[in-house]
């Protein structure tokens, strides 16, 4: 009964992190290490519409919340550095339309969508196409089901 008076009185900050450290499967999704499938996450907020993400480099690396960033640049990874939650993705980097559905794939770099000033990953462009069909619907559903789906 106290772990559960604790739990409910936790900020919600605080309660993520906690959910974060049940999980089965990491916040971050991965690939080749690196979080949002190695992409410069800050790259996409002067890309158009279409564009495929880029790949970050190994030369411009930090860590943040428990992964490792890959930018194209100093400029990039300074910005990222300064104000990283302006520019992860949301859904820890996962298909932001599974996550809508309930459950997790990976996120492709070249799969993406800038809504509302944040960045949403997409399994492929077909399903990116799902998922534009409804984008405030599927972010809705998306954090109505983040984080649980990761299993915790």
């Not at 900050?13 to 410069?40: F, I, K, S, T």
């Not at 690396?61 to 890959?70: F, L, P, S």
């Not at 949403?120 to 998306?142: F, Q, T």
């Amino acid at each position: 009964m106290l772990l559960t008076r604790r739990v409910l009185l936790m900020s919600g900050a605080a309660a993520l992190v906690a959910q974060r450290a049940m999980a089965d499967e990491p916040y971050w999704y991965m690939n080749d290490d690196y979080a949002a499938d190695g992409a410069d996450v800050v790259a996409y907020f002067g890309l158009e519409a279409g564009d495929n993400g880029v790949r970050g480099s190994g030369e411009y690396v930090t860590e943040w919340d428990g992964a490792k960033w890959r930018f194209a640049n100093a400029e990039n990874k300074a910005a990222f550095e300064a104000d990283p939650e302006k520019y992860a993705p949301q859904f820890g980097g996962y298909c932001s339309y599974a996550v809508s559905q309930g459950y997790t794939a990976h996120g492709d770099r070249n799969a993406w969508t800038i809504h509302d000033g944040k960045l949403y990953l997409n399994y492929n462009k077909s399903v990116r196409r799902r998922w534009s069909g409804d984008i405030p619907g599927n972010v809705a559903k998306g954090n109505a089901n983040w984080p649980k789906v990761l299993g915790g």
